[in-house]
């Protein structure tokens, strides 16, 4: 059984501070499209309190996390825009080490993002 799982976490680049109350989903791509694994909200630390994908589930294969960025800038005061420049952010990305610690953060602004792999 793979021993591998994935985490994430969200820090707001613009204000300094870890990004709480931003929400998560978790889909696996498969061959008939986007299967939904899971759905979090960011902790007062900007991380999920678990792994949002855990050994029991972890397998190889391609993934996207799809954080909820417009209602996050909104609550954080950023001034809305119509539509709003980020709102919805895909993060399209492949787990190939099955026993690997997959780290994927967002780091996010009112205007740009960025991400990388972690362990």
Known sequence: MPQGYLTTHVLD???GCPAAGVVITL???TQNGPLKLAETVTNA???TDAPILDKARFET???ELVFEAG???TASGV???HPRFLDSIP???GI???DSHYHVPLLLSPFGYSTYRGS
């Open 96 to 98: 190939s080490e099955p």
């Open 45 to 47: 630390d900007g991380r």
């Open 13 to 15: 680049t613009a204000r």
């Open 79 to 81: 001034a809305p825009e």
């Open 27 to 29: 889909y696996r791509i």
């Open 91 to 93: 993060i399209r990305f």
């Open 61 to 63: 294969g391609t993934y």
């Open 71 to 73: 209602p996050y800038l």
